[in-house]
């Protein structure tokens, strides 16, 4: 599985970004896919995931209101749209698969991983 993210880039308070994700060739029915963040200093945190097939999405606190995970499944993509962006948003944006049942929003929970996007946001 290969995934690849782009969208990420610089953005002033209160702006939005839009992130996606592609997941080229992957044929899977039913799986879990999630974004996650590493802030400079932090531990890599999980956002949003969305279980495919059924549509479930989940997030964490801290972007429930904000953040929308959604799939174009014509396209193959799965998108992060971030609203209200603030300066502690700032870091590498990382979007992953899980095979295994189950969508749950931990970041050990996952097996594959893109490169990361790079968000900046500036006050």
């Known amino acids: 599985v290969q995934l690849v993210e782009s969208g990420g880039g610089s953005v002033q308070a209160g702006g939005s970004l839009r992130l996606s994700c592609e997941a080229p060739?992957?044929?899977?029915?039913?799986?879990?896919m999630g974004w996650f963040r590493q802030r400079p200093g932090k531990d890599r945190e999980g956002l949003a995931v969305?279980?495919?097939?059924?549509?479930?999405?989940s997030y964490a606190d801290s972007v429930k209101g904000r953040f929308i995970i959604t799939r174009d499944k014509a396209k193959d993509l799965v998108y992060l749209q971030m609203n209200g962006l603030q300066p502690e948003d700032t870091g590498m944006y990382y979007c992953?698969?899980?095979?295994?049942?189950?969508?749950?929003?931990?970041?050990?929970?996952?097996?594959?991983w893109g490169q990361g996007t790079q968000v900046t946001v500036s006050s």
């Open positions: 992953a698969v899980r095979l295994n049942s189950g969508c749950p929003t931990r970041p050990r929970d996952f097996g594959y």
């Open positions: 060739g992957y044929t899977y029915d039913t799986y879990c």
């Open positions: 969305l279980w495919i097939g059924g549509a479930t999405t």
